[in-house]
Every structure is written in structure tokens, then in C-alpha cells.
T-cell receptor
Framework: QQQVKQSPQSLIVQKGGISIINCAYE??????FPWYQQFPGKGPALLIA?????SEKKEGRFTISFNKSAKQFSLHIMDSQPGDSATYFC????????????FGPGTRLSVLP | ETGVTQSPTHLIKTRGQQVTLRCSSQ?????VSWYQQALGQGPQFIFQ???????GRGNFPPRFSGLQFPNYSSELNVNALELDDSALYLC?????????????FGPGTRLTVL
């Protein structure tokens, strides 16, 4: 129940294309869903986040779509650029006092020039 | 830069030894969480410290322990190292009770156990 599933494991997109990464969860107590971007040798950096009372959030080229009834959420990267090549993690926070995040296994994105 | 710093950057230990990793949280943050990230996997929650007390723990054995100091910096201690402890150890700080849920990660400490 504490798991967050993520797909695909890897993704190759042409420059200018749309990258889509999907995540699913079971625990309805999750109350906050961030996406992190991680480059090799670096710690994860927060990209964008959403709460379950919102169905979509957009920040620049990055959009989160959230489907509460299906317990699914996805990251869309519009106009993908080679600089977006990184590993992306979805995560979910357990609704309790604290910052206990459960991470998905990650998606390695490669954007071809 | 997020402001979260970790030391050392890399560390090599042998099985059975003990290790201490350090983290300085971002200014104004009162909570530190530690994660273990094995190669090719997502970070796994070890534990969290808030106001110098452990406030939540993941599925890690007691030989993983920690401390938080009055300045909110933190240490992660691992005793009796095992080969499977080889991983990137990430520290993340956040402000519980603030207006944002954002958790900022440090660059990590790469631990290799031989």
C-alpha cells in the first residue's frame, strides 16, 4: 500500500516532442505528490508538485495531471529538450506529521537532439 | 543551489565498520529526512528528525540511527556495515508547519562498502 508504481522505466523522445511519465498509487492517505528531477551525481531537485484537490497543474513546460478516482498521476514535458535528459521520480507523501515521502523507481529520459 | 550540504562526498568502508554521514539543512528549515538510494532505484525513506527527535522511520534496521542538533543539522550513523549498504545517502530538509511542503535534497554521500 505504501508503493508508488512508475512507468515507463526508460523513455527516448526527440527534441521538441512530448515526454509522458505515469505513476499510480494505492494508499488514499497520500496527500501531496511531487515530481523530482535527478541528474547523475546530484540529489533530486523538486520539479513540480500537486495536491489531490487539483486535477492539473502547469509550470512552464511541465504539467502534472492528477486523477484521484483512478489513483494515477502523470508528468507531461512539452517541447522536450536535450537538457531535460535526466531521471525523473514521482513521489507521494504519507498524510501524517512529517515529511515521509515514498518514491517511484524512476524513469530515465533521454531527449535526442 | 538548495542550501542543503552533505559531507563527505564519497566514502569507502569495509564490511563491519561504522560510518557517520553529516547534513546541514537549509536555513530556516526545522526537519531533516534521510534517504538511501541504491543504484538505479528511487530513494527509500530511512527516518526523519524534527526538533531533535526521530519523527517517523522507514523499514530500516536499528543499526541505522541518527541525530539532529539544535541548529537542525543532522547525522546518520550506520553500524556493522554490510555490502548492501553501498548506496547514495541523501539528506533532505524542509519546514514543517510552514506554508510549503517542499523538501530540498542535498547532493548526497556515496558510500561504498567493500
Amino acid at each position: 500500500q505504501q508503493q508508488v508504481k512508475q512507468s515507463p522505466q526508460s523513455l527516448i523522445v526527440q527534441k521538441g516532442g512530448i515526454s509522458i511519465i505515469n505513476c499510480a498509487y494505492e494508499n488514499t492517505a497520500f496527500d501531496y505528490f511531487p515530481w523530482y528531477q535527478q541528474f547523475p551525481g546530484k540529489g533530486p531537485a523538486l520539479l513540480i508538485a500537486i495536491r489531490p484537490d487539483v486535477s492539473e497543474k502547469k509550470e512552464g513546460r511541465f504539467t502534472i495531471s492528477f486523477n484521484k478516482s483512478a489513483k494515477q498521476f502523470s508528468l507531461h514535458i512539452m517541447d522536450s529538450q536535450p537538457g531535460d535528459s535526466a531521471t525523473y521520480f514521482c513521489a507521494a507523501r504519507v498524510e501524517n506529521y512529517g515529511q515521509n515521502f515514498v518514491f517511484g523507481p524512476g524513469t530515465r529520459l533521454s531527449v535526442l537532439p | 543551489e538548495t542550501g542543503v550540504t552533505q559531507s563527505p562526498t564519497h566514502l569507502i568502508k569495509t564490511r563491519g565498520q561504522q560510518v557517520t554521514l553529516r547534513c546541514s539543512s537549509q536555513s530556516g528549515h526545522n526537519t531533516v529526512s534521510w534517504y538511501q538510494q541504491a543504484l538505479g532505484q528511487g530513494p527509500q525513506f530511512i527516518f526523519q528528525y524534527y526538533r531533535e527527535e526521530e519523527n517517523g522511520r522507514g523499514n530500516f534496521p536499528p543499526r541505522f540511527s541518527g541525530l539532529q542538533f539544535p541548529n537542525y543539522s543532522s547525522e546518520l550513523n550506520v553500524n556493522a556495515l554490510e555490502l548492501d549498504d553501498s548506496a547514495l545517502y541523501l539528506c533532505a530538509s524542509s519546514l514543517v508547519g510552514g506554508r510549503t511542503d517542499t523538501q530540498y535534497f542535498g547532493p548526497g554521500t556515496r558510500l561504498t562498502v567493500l
